[in-house]
């Protein structure tokens, strides 16, 4: 579910390794275009996988990949993806999450608005769900809130301005920690 997202340039310029999950073939083949970058194809299982250096991405149902396709993961940035599912599959992702990465740990940006204005995606996901959601053995830290001006509602018609909430998840511990709006 990671598409083409700048994030991806992003990481793979400070020097991270990159692995992703995406359903849209089309866009994963722009991402490679993008970067400049001839990837190498295969198969494997159900799902087609693109390799380059430092990338990784998986093109298919998510979940039908495992902890032994992925290898392992040091950390998780869910900018979208879980805000991109309806509340019926969010619980499932999340716990599969957990499954094939080990618990590692996750940065999840999520949305809370008055889903009356708009029926998502992307869909709002309120403080009280976020734990429940969530409650895979890891435990919620809430970095921020920002308001999005400008930003997401600019796409979604009727809406006001729509918080922007990254938490951060560990398989630890509670731990509120500020973050001053910039």
Request: charged share 20%.
């Amino acid at each position: 579910m990671c598409g083409k997202t700048l994030d991806i340039h992003w990481l793979l310029s400070n020097g991270y390794r990159v692995a992703g999950a995406e359903l849209s073939q089309l866009a994963i083949q722009q991402l490679f275009a993008e970067l400049g970058v001839e990837p190498t194809i295969s198969r494997v299982g159900d799902i087609d996988h693109y390799a380059a250096e430092d990338i990784d991405i998986y093109v298919g149902d998510i979940f039908h990949l495992t902890p032994g396709m992925l290898g392992p993961v040091h950390a998780i940035y869910d900018r979208a993806a879980l805000v991109a599912l309806p509340e019926t599959m969010r619980h499932r992702y999340a716990a599969h999450l957990v499954e094939i990465t080990d618990k590692a740990p996750r940065l999840l940006v999520r949305f809370e608005y008055d889903q009356n204005l708009h029926a998502g995606p992307p869909f709002s996901i309120d403080s009280a769900e976020c734990p429940s959601t969530l409650r895979t053995n890891l435990q919620p830290d809430h970095l921020a809130s920002t308001d999005v001006p400008g930003g997401q509602q600019k796409r979604v018609s009727g809406c006001s301005e729509k918080p922007e909430m990254p938490y951060e998840l560990r398989a630890s511990r509670w731990r509120w920690v500020g973050w001053p709006a910039n």
